[in-house]
């Protein structure tokens, strides 16, 4: 089994998101032994955001690319095929303003791109990336699962939207939740870990 490891995190080891994802891949790895897995690491090798270029070498077709055009999917086209290439896909995801990170974002725009994941068709929109696990591991300052705060969870709903859209709907997601508040952090990676089960 192929897993691709998504690191948004800017925490470096002490992130939350990227321990719950760690363990999560232990899990898998416990159950599925001789699995491999792949890290893209965007806090550290962050892709560029959307701009002009990318947009309208994503709308040329590819055997009428400048050598220029070529150049700006380059990225794109390498993030689509390791996702392609994975059987589980491990997102961890830091909650930042009450969404996720602008590198996450920056990913799913530069995956995100009509008759390679996605196409229209005269029922709607239809996903191309099927028959994959998804695991997201959010960690948050707050508590946001429950209580006054779920309204402002912008993280997981879209998560779940976005996946959803590109074929990907047999999403887990796995909170560490309440890291900044004394009465959750102490388990908050614990209780994360161990709603998923693999
Ligand atoms: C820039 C920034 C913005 C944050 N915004 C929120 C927020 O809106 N709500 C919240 O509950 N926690 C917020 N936090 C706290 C993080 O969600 C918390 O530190 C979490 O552990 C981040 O994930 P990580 O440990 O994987 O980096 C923020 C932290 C940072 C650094």
């Known amino acids: 089994m192929q897993i691709l490891q998504i690191i948004a995190s800017a925490q470096g080891a002490n992130s939350y998101s990227t321990r719950l994802s760690q363990g999560i891949i232990d899990k898998l790895r416990a159950a599925h032994p001789g699995s491999?897995?792949?890290?893209?690491?965007?806090?550290?090798?962050?892709?560029?955001?959307?701009?002009?270029?990318?947009?309208?070498?994503?709308?040329?077709?590819?055997?009428?690319?400048?050598?220029?055009?070529?150049?700006?999917?380059?990225?794109?086209?390498?993030?689509?095929?390791?996702?392609?290439?994975?059987?589980?896909?491990?997102?961890?995801?830091?909650?930042?303003?009450?969404?996720?990170?602008?590198?996450?974002?920056?990913?799913?725009?530069?995956?995100?791109?009509?008759?390679?994941?996605?196409?229209?068709?005269?029922?709607?929109?239809?996903?191309?990336?099927?028959?994959?696990?998804?695991?997201?591991?959010?960690?948050?300052?707050?508590?946001?699962?429950?209580?006054?705060?779920?309204a402002s969870d912008f993280a997981a709903p879209y998560l779940r939207q976005i996946l959803g859209f590109l074929g990907m709907t047999d999403v887990t997601i796995a909170r560490a939740e309440g890291v900044k508040l004394p009465e959750f952090q102490p388990t908050a990676l614990q209780k994360g870990l161990a709603s998923v089960a693999v």
């Open 36 to 150: 491999t897995v792949v890290v893209r690491n965007l806090a550290t090798h962050p892709l560029p955001y959307l701009e002009e270029a990318h947009l309208q070498a994503y709308f040329t077709p590819a055997e009428g690319r400048s050598p220029a055009q070529q150049q700006a999917v380059r990225h794109s086209d390498e993030i689509i095929a390791e996702l392609l290439a994975a059987d589980v896909l491990v997102i961890g995801s830091p909650f930042y303003n009450f969404t996720i990170a602008a590198s996450l974002k920056s990913w799913l725009d530069h995956l995100t791109r009509a008759n390679l994941t996605f196409r229209y068709t005269e029922a709607g929109p239809e996903g191309l990336v099927t028959g994959k696990k998804v695991y997201v591991a959010i960690a948050s300052g707050g508590v946001y699962s429950q209580g006054p705060a779920q």
